[in-house]
């Protein structure tokens, strides 16, 4: 058996709290290393955002993961690439400490050149998502302004349109997170927090406002 360090990343506490962020991560890599021959000789798990340009030195689980791979001459795991990062340049960074990396997503064949084309793809696709969200929940206020001066009478239907256009724009960012890990409403509610993201009233996201979404998609 090859060995191989494993590393694990939640990127809310509340996810790293309820563990089900991180228990299906391990089941992926479990399963990575029975097919493809690798022993998980120490296991890293960080609950972190790790945004900005200081991200590793916000990450002590992930140095540790290097330095251990290091000193035994093995790759670290992870079970997708965002685990690492979102961010093309903090890939770059990673590759630049000479520890090879493994996403079990992507397969045991994947170099470092895929990783970044991987990773650019990907951070080209969510800046596409996060504009057309914005551009999106912004024509539904202006709409619902509009329809307000039309009389009471046509409030409801007008603000449950919009609610579910609402939902229709937040359909992607959400799909994502819950690609990402987050398999429960209170996990999403926490990301969509975490990204800045309010609810219609400008609040913060609760689990109930989010069950509210997805029953309007």
């Known amino acids: 058996m090859k060995p191989i360090i494993a590393y694990i990343r939640v990127s809310t506490a509340r996810q790293g709290r309820s563990g089900l962020g991180l228990e299906a991560q391990r089941a992926a890599l479990a399963r990575f290393c029975e097919a493809e021959g690798f022993e998980i000789i120490a296991e890293h798990v960080e609950v972190e955002t790790g945004k900005g340009a200081d991200a590793l030195d916000r990450r002590p689980e992930l140095v540790k993961a290097l330095a251990a791979a290091k000193r035994r001459k093995c790759p670290v795991?992870?079970?997708?690439l965002d685990r690492l990062?979102?961010?093309?340049a903090f890939i770059a960074g990673l590759m630049a400490q000479r520890v090879p990396f493994?996403?079990?997503?992507l397969g045991a064949d994947a170099d470092p050149f895929m990783l970044h084309i991987y990773a650019a793809l990907a951070e080209k696709e969510r800046r596409l998502i996060s504009a057309r969200t914005k551009a999106a929940l912004q024509a539904v206020k202006a709409r619902g302004k509009a329809l307000g001066r039309h009389g009471a009478e046509q409030l409801a239907p007008a603000y449950r349109a919009e609610a579910v256009e609402r939902a229709q724009a937040l359909a992607p960012v959400v799909a994502e997170i819950r690609a990402a890990g987050a398999s429960t409403l209170r996990e999403i509610a926490a990301e969509l927090n975490a990204r800045g993201i309010a609810t219609a009233k400008g609040k913060a996201w609760s689990?109930?406002?989010v069950k509210r979404v997805l029953e309007r998609v």
């Open 102 to 105: 493994i996403v079990a997503e």
């Open 77 to 80: 795991l992870v079970a997708k």
């Open 85 to 88: 990062s979102r961010d093309v």
């Open 207 to 209: 689990a109930m406002q």
